[in-house]
Nanobody, 129 residues
Framework: QVRLLESGGGSVQAGGSLRLSCKASGYSFGSNCAGWFRQAPGKEREGIAVIVSDGTTRYATSVKGRFTISKDDANNTLYLQMNSLKPDDTAMYYC???????????????????????WGQGTQVTVSS
């Protein structure tokens, strides 16, 4: 059974930083594509960053230059370092795994929820102005 468990969310002031973690059990981040999505109240879930098996990363325009996705294959953990946070970054953040080949070619915000086979429960990030 695959389980993804996010942690690291919280409340921070604008300009601050947070680091999200996603620990996997029953799944290896060394295979396929993994990523981070977020969903703000009343909005669709959007992909913001993906990383593929060879370590190549892709970012949505909204977070490029501020967020960094990385993974530790030995510990089956996915990370999202978030810097220069803005109030618009406030959302529930989700870890996703077993993503499609489109991770190599498409922007993360073009990927859909159904494209990924496994999801975590989410961790809340709140950025105040």
């Amino acid at each position: 059974q695959v389980r993804l468990l996010e942690s690291g969310g919280g409340s921070v002031q604008a300009g601050g930083s947070l680091r999200l973690s996603c620990k996997a059990s029953g799944y290896s981040f060394g295979s396929n594509c993994a990523g981070w999505f977020r969903q703000a109240p009343g909005k669709e879930r959007e992909g913001i960053a993906v990383i593929v098996s060879d370590g190549t990363t892709r970012y949505a325009t909204s977070v490029k230059g501020r967020f960094t996705i990385s993974k530790d294959d030995a510990n089956n953990t996915l990370y999202l370092q978030m810097n220069s946070l803005k109030p618009d970054d406030t959302a529930m953040y989700y870890c996703a795994a077993d993503g499609p080949l489109q991770c190599y070619t498409d922007a993360p915000d073009a990927l859909k929820r159904d494209d990924f086979g496994y999801w975590g429960q989410g961790t809340q990030v709140t950025v105040s102005s």
